[in-house]
């Protein structure tokens, strides 16, 4: 009986190791808590998703996994404990971008200056910095929507902010150009 015990805490460390385990509205979202809903989230991922998010993050552990599907791609946004980062990746395996934790001393200049202009007007609050490395993106291709591999990937800095019951995000490429936002919603409780 021992022995069946030491199996199973060694097969769920073994489990919640392998799985180390956004752009647009998201369908749903599954919050891992203990190895009965970590294995159901496994089950519920594509084996090369699985595959990508053990080479890169080994060991960490899923906080929760928003899905999306954008004209029939399957797109999994997978957010880590611990300020791993997140990575956002296709159902095939192709990755989307992968994103960081960073510190004010990790933004270029001009992204820097963009964020904390952007903050100041805003009267919010800096929660977290992000630096996202972009590998591909969806595009249009004959009349459907494709995910293109990009043949350099390129940089994204996203803020994440809070004001009086909001939450706001911003995302600047390295020479301070607002791409998105800033953005709010309520923050949920």
Known sequence: MKEKKVLLVIFAALLLGALG??????????????????????SELPAAVVE???????????????????DGLALYDIEFKNNRGEIEVAADGTIIDIT???????????????????????????ERLEKAEVQAEIKEQDGKKAIVKLPQPYWLFEAEFS???????????????IIEGPKWEAKVK
């Open 100 to 126: 960081s934790i960073i510190g004010w001393d990790e933004l270029p200049q001009a992204a820097a200056d963009a964020i904390k202009k952007a903050l100041e007007e805003a009267a919010a609050s800096l």
């Open 163 to 177: 004001r009086e019951g909001q939450r706001g995000e911003m995302q600047v490429d390295p020479q301070g150009k």
């Open 52 to 70: 990508v998010i053990n080479k890169y993050f080994p060991g960490a552990e899923i906080d929760f996994v928003e899905t999306e599907n954008v």
């Open 21 to 42: 385990c956004r752009p647009g509205a998201r369908e749903e979202a599954v919050q891992p808590a203990e190895p009965a809903t970590i294995q159901r989230v496994s």
